[in-house]
C-alpha cells in the first residue's frame, strides 16, 4: 500500500503559508509516497494548483484531500472534525500549539491521530534542518526590521549630501535568538548602528561578530541564563532589576526598538514599559515580534499599531506569514527532511526514532501521552 500524504488548505486567518511545495512534492513522491493537496492551498504563498499537478501531486477539492490519508501536513494544525476521514493513527505533522491548544490536542487523541507537534523538534544537531522555529525566526526577524524601517519615517544609513548629512538610525535588538540575530544583521546591512542586548551571556560574542555593540548587566554575577534547548530562561529578581536599569538608559537614545523574547510554554516576558516608552522621542519605533504571545512591549497589539507618547509600537499576529513564499519553501523543506529522515523503504513509510518520537509525539492510541501535556494537566 502506498502511503498517501495530504496537504491541508490554511483554515486560520491571515495564514498564508502552505506545508508543501512543488519541490518538496517532487521529492516525497520519490520517496514512494503519493500527494494530494487540497484545491487552493498554495494560492496566498504563490504556488498554483497546476505547479502541484506538474510536481506529481493530485488536486483535491476543499476538504476532501484527508480522505484516506496516512499522513496529513498543515502550518497551523487542522480542526480535528477536520481529520474524520483520515485513516485511524494517521499522523497530523504541523505546528500545533501544545500549550495554548490544550482542548483541540485532546480531540486529536479523540479523532485517534497521532498528532506530531514541529515546535518541540529538540534542538540537537541532527534535527536542525527539520527544526521549523529556526527557519521561520528567521524570516521573522528579517521582516521585523523592514517593517520597522517602513514605519519609521526616517532613513536607516548615514547619508552626506550637499545639503547636510543625515545621521544613521540607531537599532536595539532585545533578544539574541535566532530572530534578533538576523534582525542584527539586517539592521547592520541597511546601515543602521546596532545595539543588541540578552540574558545568555553566550551571546555577547555572536552581536559582536555581527558588528553591533553588545549591552549586557554586568552588576549582577552568576546570570547565564541558558535553558532547556538554548532557550533563555526566566531570570533572578535581581537581574531583572539590573537588566531593567540598564535598558532604561540605553532605550532613550534608541530609534528603533526590535524585541524577540519569548519563553516556550509560558506568556512572553516583559521588556518594555510604558515608562521607558515615554523616554524615547517622538518618532520611534518599537516592533515586538513577541506580540501574538501576550508581548515583550506594555501596550503592544497584534496587527495593530499603537502609539504611545509619539512612539509607534507595532507587531504582527503571523510574522512569517508576511513572507509567505520563502516561509513556507524553508517550512516544507523542514518537513521533508523530518519524513525523509526517518523512511523506512521497506515499510514504504517512516519510522520515527524514540529519542525524536518521543519529543514531538502529542498523541497515539487515542490519548494525550507527551509527558509535558501530562504534567501540566496534572497527570
Known amino acids: 500500500m502506498v502511503l498517501r500524504i495530504a496537504v491541508i488548505k490554511e483554515s486560520v486567518a ?216 538554548g532557550y533563555a530562561t526566566e531570570m533572578s529578581e535581581d537581574y531583572q532589576k539590573a537588566q531593567a536599569e540598564l535598558v532604561s538608559a540605553h532605550i532613550a537614545k534608541q530609534d528603533i526598538v526590535i524585541t524577540t523574547a519569548l519563553i516556550p510554554g509560558r506568556a512572553a516576558p516583559r521588556l518594555i514599559a510604558d515608562a521607558q516608552i515615554a523616554t524615547m522621542r517622538a518618532g520611534s519605533v518599537i516592533f515586538d515580534l513577541a506580540a501574538p504571545q501576550g508581548g515583550n512591549v506594555e501596550g503592544s497589539v497584534p496587527d495593530q499599531v499603537v502609539e504611545r507618547h509619539g512612539v509607534k509600537i507595532i507587531g504582527y499576529a503571523n510574522t512569517p506569514a508576511h513572507l509567505a513564499a520563502d516561509a513556507s519553501a524553508l517550512y516544507a523543506r523542514n518537513l521533508y527532511n523530518f519524513l525523509s529522515a526517518f523512511w523506512d523503504k521497506e515499510a514504504g513509510k517512516p519510522v520515527l526514532d524514540d529519542e525524536i518520537g518521543n519529543a514531538v509525539r502529542l498523541t497515539q492510541g487515542g490519548k494525550v501521552v507527551h509527558p509535558q501535556l501530562l504534567a501540566q494537566a496534572g497527570v
Do not use: C, H
Open 14 to 229: 491571515g495564514e498564508n503559508r502552505v506545508a508543501a511545495t512543488p519541490e518538496t512534492v517532487r521529492k516525497l513522491i520519490a520517496l514512494g509516497a503519493q500527494l494530494v493537496v487540497e484545491e487552493g492551498a498554495g494560492a496566498a504563498a504563490s504556488v498554483s494548483d497546476a505547479a502541484y499537478v506538474e510536481a506529481g501531486a493530485a488536486i483535491a477539492p476543499q476538504g476532501q484531500a484527508v480522505q484516506d490519508a496516512d499522513v496529513v501536513l498543515s502550518v497551523r494544525g487542522p480542526e480535528p472534525a477536520a481529520l474524520a476521514n483520515a485513516r485511524p493513527g494517521a499522523w497530523v505533522v504541523a505546528l500545533l500549539e501544545p500549550y495554548g491548544q490544550r482542548d483541540r490536542i485532546e480531540g486529536y487523541a479523540t479523532a485517534g491521530v497521532e498528532a506530531l507537534a514541529m515546535e518541540f523538534m529538540p534542538r540537537i544537531t541532527r534535527a536542525q534542518s527539520m527544526d521549523v522555529l529556526s527557519s521561520q525566526s528567521n524570516l521573522a526577524g528579517y521582516k521585523a526590521v523592514l517593517a520597522a524601517a517602513d514605519a519609521y519615517g526616517r532613513a536607516f544609513p548615514m547619508m552626506m549630501t550637499a545639503a547636510g548629512t543625515i545621521t544613521a538610525a540607531r537599532v536595539f535588538v532585545m533578544g539574541v535568538g535566532v530572530a534578533g540575530l538576523q534582525a542584527i544583521a539586517t539592521a547592520r546591512r541597511l546601515g543602521a548602528q546596532v545595539s543588541a542586548t540578552d540574558v545568555r551571556s553566550a551571546t555577547k560574542e555572536q552581536i559582536q561578530s555581527l558588528g553591533a555593540k553588545p549591552v549586557f548587566v554586568e552588576s549582577v554575577t552568576g546570570i547565564e541564563g541558558e535553558g532547556t534547548g
